[in-house]
């Protein structure tokens, strides 16, 4: 790639940052340039987003109707899966799913809901409330 | 000491922090070189190993290689890696070498760092970056793949040294107790190619590594016509995203390890590598096309298949294979 074809597509994830790109000058030297985004990039980030979005409002909708706990929820909210918690707390992953029954939720050690809500960035209060709404 | 920071904005994190790292030694190494002598570049495909349901795959060598590579081979450098058990006592040591001038590169996890914009925090634990000074809870940061310096509150830091799960960095610090004056280059970058035509070429023992492994992704999208739209398009978008998004400096590091096989032709004299370093280049190229075949698959536009991404996934592993057979006749 040349570094006049370098793509400058201003991609918003970046929120105004610029990324470094290995390319040709004229000269035929590879070296460092500055881009402000792809589309592609845009296109397959948008995508992924999409998807943690659409995980997310169904488990809220799932927490709200009391088939699920807010532990659920949160989650999704802050990016994991039930791989990721499981590892991330060290727990087996079926011992994370029975967590996500409301009636068990509610009767949970304080201690590991503090644990859930270390690895998530969260503090045990909120961990245990759904926001308002979730959109 | 160490007011101000000479920062150099990166491509990518590892061999970023190892550049810098060394450069304020004295030690002149750019990025791509780095890389190389690292033998950075790379393909994986662990289907076994699942991310949000999506198999791993990689353009480079697994995390912390680089810098343990580069510590072992380059004669004279030694690299003191600290791992804690105790957060407080990890940003006690980290102060403690902050206060003696001492510049320190860390393992941190991208989703607790405040300055990185929203839609960039995920769960990814092993993001490199240097710390250059402390003033009270403020920790100023050299972050490679920023163009300028950062900074983050103590708590932010703390948290994200000690995030948990997969590659947890559990408070990883790590900085130089010795860098020698120069890099017998030499000796070191045969010894760098050599290891990366052994991981990536047709000939390498490891399946799912190098050529061989592209051919099995290639395999495996060709049947992505026979699953649910909404997958299959998640399974595309995630490989482009871990070859451009991630701060790879394009075309999944071969852009970078082009620019590295430049450097060497120079330094060796050898038409050789300059050739290579154009084929090189020129995969990159092939590479971004990919991507952009797959982000176009979304759109539902152009007209491209499965089997038409499949075929120039299928292109870029012949094209490396037959770059990789060039480099291996190189001594």
Redesign the interface.
């Known amino acids: 790639?040349k570094v006049k074809d370098i793509p400058q597509d201003n991609n918003?994830?970046?929120?105004g940052?610029?990324?470094?790109?290995?390319?040709?000058s004229d000269s035929g030297?590879?070296?460092?340039a500055?881009?402000s985004g792809?589309?592609?990039?845009a296109?397959?980030?948008e995508?992924?987003?999409d998807?943690?979005h659409r995980q997310t409002k169904e488990a809220y909708a799932r927490a709200v109707a009391g088939r699920t706990s807010p532990l659920e929820f949160h989650m999704y909210n802050?990016?994991?899966?039930l791989?990721?918690l499981a590892?991330?707390?060290?727990r087996f992953q079926w011992l994370v799913r029975r967590d996500f029954d409301p009636v068990r939720f509610k009767r949970l050690p304080s201690e590991r809901l503090k644990r859930y809500a270390?690895?998530m960035?969260l503090d045990p209060d909120s961990l245990k409330k759904l926001p308002e709404d979730y959109v | 000491m160490s007011d101000s920071f000479n920062h150099q904005h990166a491509a990518h994190c590892e061999t970023g922090v190892m550049s810098a790292i060394l450069r304020r030694h004295g030690l002149d190494i750019s990025e791509p070189m780095a890389f190389g002598l690292a033998s950075g570049l790379a393909f994986a495909y662990l289907p076994m190993v699942k991310i949000n349901g999506l198999p791993l795959i990689a353009y480079r060598i697994p995390p912390r290689m680089i810098i343990r590579l580069l510590s072992r081979r380059i004669a004279g450098l030694s690299m003191e890696f600290r791992k804690f058990r105790n957060e407080e006592e990890g940003m006690r040591e980290l102060d403690r070498l902050l206060d003696e001038g001492q510049v320190v590169g860390l393992q941190t996890s991208v989703f607790f760092l405040p300055y990185f914009p929203q839609d960039m925090r995920f769960h990814f634990n092993a993001h490199n970056l240097l710390v250059y000074r402390r003033d009270g809870s403020e920790y100023q940061i050299s972050d490679p793949v920023f163009s300028h310096v950062v900074s983050t509150d103590a708590e932010s830091l703390q948290k994200s040294r000690f995030a948990k799960g997969v590659l947890a960095p559990k408070g990883m610090m790590y900085y130089p107790t010795s860098v020698p004056a120069e890099i017998d280059f030499k000796r070191l970058i045969p010894k760098a190619i050599k290891l990366t035509t052994r991981i990536s070429s047709k000939r390498s023992p490891m399946p799912l590594a190098g050529v061989k492994g592209i051919r099995r992704v290639a395999r495996k999208i060709e049947k992505l016509s026979d699953a649910e739209p909404r997958y299959a398009n998640l399974y595309l978008g995630h490989i482009v995203r871990m070859q451009e998004e991630i701060g790879t400096g394009g075309g999944g590091f071969r852009f970078m390890y082009a620019a590295f096989l430049q450097e060497a032709a120079d330094i060796m004299a050898s038409d050789l590598l300059a050739e290579a370093a154009d084929k090189m280049s020129e995969i990159g190229d092939e590479w971004r096309l990919f991507a952009l075949m797959c982000a176009r698959m979304s759109k539902k536009r152009y007209g491209d298949t499965f089997a038409s991404i499949a075929g120039q996934m299928n292109k870029v592993a012949q094209m490396e294979s037959d770059l990789y057979d060039l480099l291996s006749t190189y001594r």
């Open positions: 790639m918003s994830s970046l929120a940052e610029t990324k470094v790109i290995y390319a040709r030297k590879i070296e460092t500055q881009t792809w589309d592609v990039e296109v397959v980030l995508q992924a987003i998807e943690i802050q990016r994991m899966d791989a990721m590892q991330a707390v060290g270390d690895v960035g």
